[in-house]
């Protein structure tokens, strides 16, 4: 067998081990998961020759035995060492997950209105299946999807929000997912179900954080997210984790009649990243608003891959994503938008711009429109570039240094997208870890 054959079966051979332990125990999730093991079993991983692919390979995942953490019990982390994670202060939900368990112990749960459910999806699958069984699988499709179809096959924990129709959530509901290996490479699935009902509204945050010893990680992460007629759902996914981790994330948004969805999508850490992130506008009127920001240093690679469908007519999207690299670091923009032949009277507009701070640093951005509609207003377009020796120069001239000049360029260039993060603790906390962690290029390529 080759690497890809063995690294399916060492995960087929988990997937065996976790259904014998579970032992058939009145499961009604089976059935998802044993369609979801057929569809990863016989697509098997990803590789360069597939379109979808061909700029990122997954040969460090394979290359590593990740197992999963049997322990539920938090792993001995504290209260204490989760607040450096939590943008404090910020008066929210904590719901805290470690190596994919929920932690009770560490959470954090504010008072919330009459009918709303957040809670864990292993709790949820136990005492809410007339509310998982319409939506749980069948946002996120598995059909040529080997990642999406890996996490439905392993689904065990992760996260539950329900919203009742006109109930709006005050606060945020922050969704804390911490990596924390011991005694070997760790994988967790976890998985996010949110369903805002009709006219209803809710903030969450997904984050994704390291905590302890830097052995090797594997976060697999799915999320759906059903909008309502009306309702109105802003999802952030902040991803930081250390330099060994291989995060590789689907979002599945489906957004009803008038209904609004916003994502903002922020990836610092990682040595191999991939986000994919589904949009689909199925009822009239509907909007989706996508913000991202990737930051590569070193040698990481940090793919996000976006889609907008444009099924129902008098929709709109604005989708806006930046990149920043340096040293080696790789970046992939690949955005597409369809506009399906009933969806008249469509708005989308869509832009990636990228600064690349070094000779050695590389970007592939691939923005797309297909248009099957003729009553229409669509744009499309992408930039890469250097900071510009004009502006250097005239900082320079101000009598500030050249470090502090390139540093200046960087923060406003990444301050638009920041900028656009209404939760004002999150923004802050940003600026303070990027600025802090300020790529510097090399000085070489410019003289002022």
């Known amino acids: 067998m080759n690497g890809s054959d063995e690294a399916r079966e060492h995960y087929l051979e988990i997937f065996r081990s976790r259904d014998q332990a579970r032992g058939g125990r009145g499961d009604w999730a089976a059935p998802l998961r044993r369609g979801a093991l057929d569809a990863f079993a016989a697509a098997g991983f990803p590789t360069t020759r597939q379109e979808a692919w061909r700029h990122t390979s997954v040969a460090p995942i394979l290359g590593v035995p990740f197992r999963p953490d049997g322990d539920a019990g938090g792993n001995g982390i504290t209260r204490e060492a989760i607040e450096r994670y939590t943008f404090e202060p910020w008066d929210c939900s904590h719901l805290v997950f470690v190596n994919g368990h929920y932690s009770a112990a560490l959470s954090r749960l504010r008072p919330l209105p009459d009918g709303v459910i957040v809670t864990s999806l292993a709790e949820a699958l136990v005492k809410h299946r007339e509310l998982l069984d319409p939506h749980l699988g069948r946002i996120a499709a598995t059909a040529g999807r080997p990642f999406a179809a890996l996490n439905t096959a392993m689904l065990e924990d992760g996260a539950f929000v329900l919203v009742p129709d006109r109930v709006v959530v005050p606060g945020d509901i922050h969704l804390l997912h911490v990596a924390s290996p011991h005694g070997g490479p760790v994988v967790s699935w976890p998985r996010t179900l949110v369903v805002a009902g009709t006219g209803s509204q809710v903030a969450v945050v997904e984050s994704y954080v390291s905590h302890g010893t830097p052995d090797p990680c594997f976060t697999c992460p799915v999320s759906e997210v059903v909008v309502g007629d009306g309702a109105r759902v802003e999802h952030y996914r902040i991803q930081r984790e250390a330099n060994k981790t291989s995060h590789v994330s689907g979002l599945q948004a489906r957004v009803g009649r008038n209904g609004s969805f916003g994502s903002w999508n922020v990836s610092l850490g990682g040595a191999l990243v991939r986000n994919d992130l589904e949009c689909l506008l199925d009822g009239e009127g509907g909007e989706c608003r996508l913000d991202g920001l990737y930051v590569g240093t070193g040698s990481q690679h940090v793919d996000n891959h976006t889609s907008i469908d444009h099924a129902r007519p008098h929709c709109s999207s604005q989708e806006f994503y930046k990149g920043v690299l340096d040293g080696h670091a790789r970046g992939v923009f690949d955005g597409r ?112």
Request: glycine share 6%.
């Open 337 to 448: 938008i369809l506009v399906r032949p009933d969806a008249q009277k469509t708005d989308a507009h869509q832009i990636n711009r990228n600064l690349i701070l070094s000779e050695d640093a590389l970007v592939d951005t691939k923005p797309q429109l297909e248009i099957f509609a003729d009553d229409v207003k669509c744009t499309h377009g992408a930039t890469v570039g250097q900071l510009e020796d004009d502006a250097l120069f005239y900082l320079r001239s101000r009598a500030i240094g050249l470090e502090m000049a390139r540093n200046l360029l960087i923060q406003a260039f990444i301050g638009e997208i920041l900028q656009r993060i209404r939760i004002e603790s999150i923004r802050a906390g940003l600026e303070c870890l990027l600025y802090t962690r300020m790529p510097h290029g090399h000085r070489s390529e410019v003289s002022v």
